[in-house]
């Protein structure tokens, strides 16, 4: 069973940045993939960005040239850099990762205000 727990949410104003952190109980080097998604109020959860174990990754358009997914292996970590953030980034992100089968996290609320 492999376990996740994110941190590094909180408030910001629009424009501002925050990293998000992961950590897995687990060999993070041994997932095929390790990403983000969130979810707003009312709003279905969205997929963010993943990183695959080659390094290759791929984001969604919103967040695109504004946020930067990257992995530590050596520290079973995952981390989220989210820059020039909008109100509309407003949400509970979630990291995930991928083995046989899919692990998530608790998730960490990010809230922008404008």
């Known amino acids: 069973q492999v376990q996740l727990v994110e941190s590094g949410g909180g408030l910001v104003q629009a424009g501002g940045s925050l990293r998000l952190s992961c950590v897995a109980s687990g060999n993070i080097f041994s997932f095929n993939a390790v990403g983000w998604y969130r979810q707003a109020p009312g709003k279905q959860r969205e997929w963010v960005a993943t990183?695959?174990?080659?390094?290759?990754?791929n984001y969604a358009d919103s967040v695109k040239g504004r946020f930067t997914i990257s992995r530590d292996n050596a520290k079973n970590l995952g981390y989220l850099q989210m820059n020039n953030l909008k109100t509309e980034d407003t949400a509970v992100y979630y990291c995930?990762?991928?083995?046989?089968?899919?692990?998530w996290g608790q998730g960490t609320q990010v809230t922008v205000s404008s």
């Open positions: 990183i695959w174990r080659s390094g290759f990754t």
């Open positions: 995930f990762v991928d083995q046989i089968s899919r692990y």
